[in-house]
Every structure is written in structure tokens, then in C-alpha cells.
């Protein structure tokens, strides 16, 4: 069962309008569409996902809504292209939301899960040909230490990878669990105590995978193109290289002219394009991180085109 993160803080930060152009670039589940369809009822709805499995679950979901939108079955990078071949160059709202889907984590066989064992997969997108085996099995050490350490954050990515290219000698690593353990015998047992050990590198694997954050670099300058005056681009992150890639690029075209801060009357061209709706992230209520763990790392960040 998949539980949307932020719901009700993100459906209120795009401040629909019933007769409104939006975008869900993260479709997964319908969590999110399903509640932006509901109070558009004379506007539509684009909906973005690249999982065959979540597009056939969600088209029954929101059939049963309304006929007021399209699934597009692509990556989110091609956003603005796949919107001008329909028609569209301008919208009233774009969300992200760029956690993996509880299904895609619970189904085994996709490979994204560390407790459950499958073989290395962790595609989103079951069309290409890179894979979490591939990455595991054929990258140099140096390269997988340089993944786990800028994409996982991971203090021990050295010892890991070092562990990984031992074990290869030997025989190929095909599945998760083969993996945890890798990186279980890497790690001291202080690492061990407090989350679990293959989080991390898991993280970092799937972001490689997927080139997950040029991905996202690509798609915000795109939402931000296209999105109309008076509209709001909402993303919401679950870990610190995602927030900081959106907290960046917010804060670059919101910021005024250096050359004109401080004068007393700023002239209308001099200023930004948008302005921040939140100064801060929101975060979720202790509630929702009870009540679905996933939410524990989540922030919501919302920008507003203004000219």
C-alpha cells in the first residue's frame, strides 16, 4: 500500500484552480494525481511515469475520477518536449515528488529493497539496460567508491567498494541480500546499530541507475520554463543531494540583480521571475512520520512565478 508523503501540504501549496493546466511529473500511485483530478474538474490534468506497472494501476485509479487527464509514459527530463508535442506551453502548477513508490520498494523483484531478496535490478524504467547489476558487478572501485560516497553520503564507501571488487573475483554478486552482505562484512559493527548498513550504498546505486539527479537538474529548469504567472512548482525531496540541487535553483531565480540590490525603487526588469511561497522546507507533522515512516526525511518546497 502505497501512502503519499505530504498530501494535504502539497494539494495546498499548488493552489489549484478548477479550470487549471497541472502536472503530476511523479504519477507512481495516484496518490497525489488523485486528489489534484478531484478539484480540477474543468481544468486537466498530466500525469508523467515510466513504470508500466504504476501507469496500468493509476489509469483505473483516476478513470474512476474524471476523464480530465493524460498519462504520458516518459521520464520527467522530457517534460517540456512531451507537453509542446500535445499543445501545451504554459501550466498553472508542476509537482514532484521524488521518493520511489512503497509497491516499487515492496515488490521484490525490482530489485530496490535491501531486506527482501531479488535479483539486482532497481530500474524505474524496465526498458533500459543499465541495471543495479550492472553497476555492482562492472564499475571499477574507484568509480563505485566516488557513487557511494557523493550519492550515498557513505562514510565507509571505500571499504565497501574495496569489498565488492574482492568478492568479484570469485563470482559475479546477482541479488540484494548477496549484496547487504557485502556490505554488512565491510562495515565496523558500531555502523550496524543505528540504521542499516546498505541504505546508503542502495541509495547511491539506485540514483546512479536511474542518473536520477541530472534527471532532476533537467526537469526544474523545464518546470520552471513552462509554468504560467501566478503558478507554483511544488517538490517535495527525501534526501539531502535532491534538496539541495531544488533549494539551489530556487534560491538562483529568485535572487535580485546584484548589480540593483538595495536601490529604494528597483526597476520592474531588474527583478526575479519568482519568489519563495515558504522561506523554510516544510516539513511533516510528527503524526505523519508515526503513521508512515517513509515520511521521516521528507521537505516540501514551493516557488511561485510572480512575472
Do not use: W
Amino acid at each position: 500500500m502505497h501512502i503519499s508523503v505530504l498530501l494535504q501540504e502539497s494539494i495546498a501549496a499548488l493552489n489549484l484552480k478548477e479550470d487549471g493546466i497541472y502536472v503530476d511529473c511523479t504519477l507512481g500511485y495516484a496518490g497525489h494525481s488523485s486528489e489534484i483530478l478531484k478539484r480540477v474538474r474543468r481544468g486537466c490534468l498530466f500525469a508523467f511515469d515510466q513504470d508500466s506497472d504504476a501507469i496500468k494501476y493509476s489509469d483505473k485509479v483516476l478513470s474512476k475520477i474524471s476523464d480530465n487527464y493524460k498519462i504520458i509514459d516518459s521520464n520527467f527530463c522530457y517534460l517540456k518536449e512531451k507537453l509542446e508535442e500535445l499543445g501545451i506551453n504554459k501550466v498553472d502548477g508542476i509537482l514532484f515528488d521524488l521518493g520511489v513508490s512503497s509497491p516499487q520498494l515492496d515488490e521484490a523483484d525490482r530489485g530496490f529493497s535491501y531486506h527482501m531478496d531479488a535479483k539486482l535490478d532497481m530500474r524505474m524504467n524496465k526498458e533500459q539496460s543499465l541495471s543495479a547489476y550492472n553497476v555492482v558487478n562492472e564499475y571499477s572501485k574507484e568509480k563505485l567508491t566516488k557513487i557511494f560516497f557523493e550519492y550515498g553520503e557513505e562514510k565507509y564507501a571505500r571499504q565497501i567498494a574495496k569489498a565488492i571488487e574482492k568478492y568479484r573475483e570469485n563470482k559475479n554478486i546477482e541479488t540484494t541480500l548477496e549484496l547487504v552482505e557485502i556490505i554488512k562484512s565491510a562495515v565496523p559493527e558500531k555502523a550496524k546499530r543505528d540504521k542499516h548498513p546498505a541504505r546508503k550504498v542502495f541509495q547511491a546505486i539506485r540514483i546512479e541507475v536511474n542518473n536520477e539527479l541530472e534527471v532532476l537538474k533537467k526537469a526544474l529548469y523545464s518546470a520552471l520554463d513552462i509554468v504560467d504567472v501566478g503558478g507554483r512548482v511544488v517538490v517535495i525531496t527525501f534526501h539531502s543531494l535532491e534538496d539541495r540541487i531544488v533549494k539551489n535553483i530556487f534560491k538562483e531565480v529568485t535572487m535580485i540583480d546584484p548589480r540593483v540590490k538595495g536601490l529604494p525603487n528597483i526597476p520592474k526588469e531588474y527583478l526575479p521571475d519568482f519568489e519563495l511561497v515558504n522561506n523554510k522546507a516544510i516539513i511533516p507533522s510528527k503524526e505523519e512520520i508515526e503513521n508512515n515512516n517513509r515520511a521521516r526525511s521528507s521537505k516540501l518546497r514551493v516557488i511561485q512565478r510572480i512575472k
